[in-house]
């Protein structure tokens, strides 16, 4: 696939848009093989480098527990950093977990 490839080549030059989409890629199985452990190492390098959608997207697997424990701590802790940088998603999914201990929206 054309896309892994040239997200591939970015993403291990630490572009976190590209870290991010091969989150997406792997944990929809978009053009590879689904693999959660990909998805989740991706959504991590993005997020280390304060990429506020692959914050969000690690408070929602947090969460849920998809591919991981669930651990609803470390989902207010991603969510809360995408919130803090203004990222609509993740500022509603802290609010509604802070409040219900659920989550509503993914990504």
Not at 26 to 53: C, H, M, T
Request: with cysteine.
């Amino acid at each position: 696939n054309e896309a892994i490839k040239w997200y591939t080549k970015a993403a291990v030059q630490n572009h976190s848009d590209s870290q991010f989409n091969l989150g997406v890629m792997f944990g929809k199985g978009e053009g590879v093989e689904r693999d959660l452990n990909d998805s989740i190492k991706w959504y991590i390098k993005a997020a280390k480098q304060n990429n506020p959608k692959a914050q969000c997207c690690l408070g929602y697997i947090y969460s849920k527990g998809n591919g991981v424990q669930r651990n609803v701590q470390e989902a207010i802790n991603w969510y809360r950093k995408g919130a803090e940088q203004n990222y609509l998603n993740a500022q509603f999914n802290l609010g509604v977990v802070l409040s219900e201990g659920t989550t509503m929206y993914n990504g």
